[in-house]
């Protein structure tokens, strides 16, 4: 069963750049036609969509992110990872990674919370 972890440092200051990992516990992030997505929920707030890695290496970004965000992945790792840039304290939210596998659905981590604050 293929399980997800997000992990990340929790409180970034305002401008500094936002480094989470996505550690999946079963299964190769390069399997043909699965793709790993970051989604965001800022406190009070409703899911945002941040952009996708798909299994052969293509990204593809929100347009309101996609000037400050990254997703990459370490094959060898199993991780997949998400970089962001020039944080503002509204970036502050909880942060999930998932894996949609067509036919066998969508599986998502626990999600971590990011706060930026001074």
């Known amino acids: 069963q293929v399980q997800l972890q997000e992990s990340g440092p929790g409180l970034v200051k305002p401008s500094q750049t936002l480094s989470l990992t996505c550690t999946v516990s079963a299964g190769s992030i390069t399997t043909s036609y699965y793709s790993w997505g970051w989604i965001r929920q800022p406190p009070g707030k409703g899911l945002e969509w941040m952009g996708v890695i798909a299994y052969d290496g293509s990204t593809y970004y929100s347009p309101s992110l996609k000037s400050r965000t990254s997703i990459s992945r370490d094959n060898a790792k199993n991780t997949v990872y998400l970089q962001m840039n020039s944080l503002k304290p509204e970036d502050t939210a909880v942060y999930y990674c998932?894996?949609?596998?067509?036919?066998?659905?969508?599986?998502w981590g626990q999600g971590t919370q990011v706060t930026v604050s001074l």
């Open positions: 998932n894996i949609n596998r067509g036919l066998l659905g969508i599986t």
